[in-house]
């Protein structure tokens, strides 16, 4: 039997870092072998992305950077009651470099089956030429922003966090929030010789993680993880 048929509030969402839009080719073959409902992306040129992919439709993109994000959702599953990117606080990789203070994209879904409404954004941290306290507060502001978008309701939020080491200090600044970070299953970075490790993650609120898959390398550094959660409110 069909996982999805056999658990209707269950839902699988990929979110994968492109590596400036070089894993492009790749979205279409995600969405159709791993069944998702929703499609997270960092590092894309929004210039060149599809209105679908599969059976998921376009949400939104940023439009201000060079490489951005974008969202794409099942419309036979969720109606989209909304979207809203988001600045954050810059590195000064962002003031230096090309400008990429568009860090959030949040994405206001309703299940079509439950009636009931759900929060997921697209996030991507600052790079590590900026501090583990920068990329907190970002992670803390975007969560912040993403409440005061739809409060009361369930949220997750995926993507590139940036974070490969000491992940104990960022979980228990989420949790302060009432938020859970998740790790994937395996690292999901393969860039540097000499950095490796889990940059990939999900933090939600008032939803069941099952589990974050590590799947497996494309053309990007980044792995994309498959983020399957249950209990959704019905």
Same mark, same amino acid.
């Given at each position: 039997?069909?996982?999805?048929?056999?658990?209707?509030?269950?839902?699988?969402?990929?979110?994968?870092?492109?590596?400036e839009?070089?894993?492009?080719?790749?979205?279409?073959a995600?969405?159709?072998?791993?069944?998702?409902?929703?499609?997270?992306?960092?590092?894309?040129?929004?210039?060149?992305?599809p209105?679908?992919?599969?059976?998921?439709?376009?949400?939104?993109?940023?439009?201000?950077?060079r490489?951005?994000?974008?969202?794409?959702?099942?419309?036979?599953?969720?109606?989209?009651?909304?979207?809203?990117?988001?600045?954050?606080?810059k590195s000064?990789?962002?003031?230096?470099?090309?400008?990429?203070?568009?860090?959030?994209?949040?994405?206001?879904?309703?299940?079509?089956?439950?009636?009931?409404?759900?929060?997921?954004?697209?996030?991507?941290?600052?790079?590590?030429?900026?501090?583990n /306290? &920068? =990329? +907190?507060?970002?992670?803390?502001?975007?969560?912040? %922003?993403? @409440?005061?978008?739809?409060?009361?309701?369930?949220m997750?939020?995926?993507?590139?966090?940036?974070?490969?080491?000491?992940?104990? /200090? &960022? =979980? +228990?600044r989420?949790?302060?929030?009432g938020?859970? %970070?998740? @790790?994937?299953?395996?690292p999901?970075?393969?860039?540097?010789?000499?950095?490796?490790?889990h940059?990939?993650?999900?933090?939600?609120?008032?939803?069941?993680?099952?589990?974050?898959v590590?799947?497996?390398?494309?053309?990007s550094?980044h792995?994309?993880?498959?983020?399957?959660?249950?209990?959704?409110?019905?």
């Amino acid at each position: 039997m069909d996982e999805q048929a056999s658990n209707p509030n269950g839902m699988r969402v990929v979110s994968y870092n492109l590596r400036e839009h070089k894993a492009k080719g790749e979205i279409q073959a995600l969405v159709r072998d791993h069944q998702v409902d929703v499609l997270c992306l960092q590092e894309a040129d929004t210039n060149d992305i599809p209105e679908q992919v599969g059976d998921l439709t376009l949400a939104a993109s940023t439009r201000n950077n060079r490489l951005g994000l974008a969202a794409y959702y099942r419309p036979d599953r969720f109606e989209l009651l909304g979207t809203k990117v988001y600045a954050l606080k810059k590195s000064m990789h962002d003031r230096v470099m090309s400008p990429a203070h568009e860090r959030l994209l949040a994405m206001h879904l309703m299940d079509r089956a439950t009636q009931k409404d759900l929060l997921i954004g697209s996030f991507h941290a600052a790079p590590l030429t900026a501090t583990n /306290g &920068l =990329r +907190k507060k970002q992670v803390e502001s975007a969560h912040q %922003l993403m @409440r005061a978008l739809a409060p009361g309701i369930p949220m997750l939020m995926v993507g590139d966090f940036n974070y490969p080491w000491f992940h104990g /200090g &960022l =979980r +228990k600044r989420v949790a302060r929030d009432g938020f859970v %970070l998740t @790790r994937s299953s395996t690292p999901t970075y393969l860039g540097y010789k000499y950095v490796k490790g889990h940059f990939d993650f999900a933090t939600s609120i008032d939803l069941e993680i099952e589990d974050v898959v590590t799947l497996p390398a494309g053309l990007s550094d980044h792995r994309p993880i498959l983020v399957r959660a249950q209990g959704l409110p019905a």
